[in-house]
Nanobody
Framework: QVQLVESGGGLVQPGGSLRLSCAAS??????MGWYRQAPGKERELVAT???????NYGDSVKGRFTISRDNAKNTVYLQMNSLKPEDTAVYYC?????????????WGQGTQVTVSS
């Protein structure tokens, strides 16, 4: 049974930092990442990372956020620096693996990040 358990969200002032964690169990995931959804907006890519370490970032977070993973712990992290009010959203962990030519994708329950003074 696949489980993604997120932690690390909260309230932070503009310019501050937060670190999100997502611990996965039940499979080995080729791609792990983070997406976010703000009220009234569509879910958008924040960052992804593959097993070998190659990363991909959404344009709005490049240079401020860093994604990393610990393959031994099956855990992905998102270090968020220089946070802005527009980063306020529910952040969702996503994990995917390929089996039989088909991708299987899983989502965490989401963790709220609020950037406000």
């Amino acid at each position: 049974q696949v489980q993604l358990v997120e932690s690390g969200g909260g309230l932070v002032q503009p310019g501050g930092s937060l670190r999100l964690s997502c611990a996965a169990s039940g499979s080995i995931f080729s791609i792990m990442g983070w997406y976010r959804q703000a009220p009234g907006k569509e879910r958008e890519l924040v960052a992804t990372i593959i097993t070998g370490g190659k990363t991909n970032y959404g344009d709005s977070v490049k240079g401020r956020f860093t994604i990393s993973r610990d393959n031994a712990k099956n855990t992905v992290y998102l270090q968020m620096n220089s946070l802005k009010p527009e980063d306020t959203a529910v952040y969702y962990c996503n994990a995917r693996f390929s089996e039989g030519g088909r991708w299987n994708a899983y989502w965490g329950q989401g963790t709220q990040v609020t950037v406000s003074s």
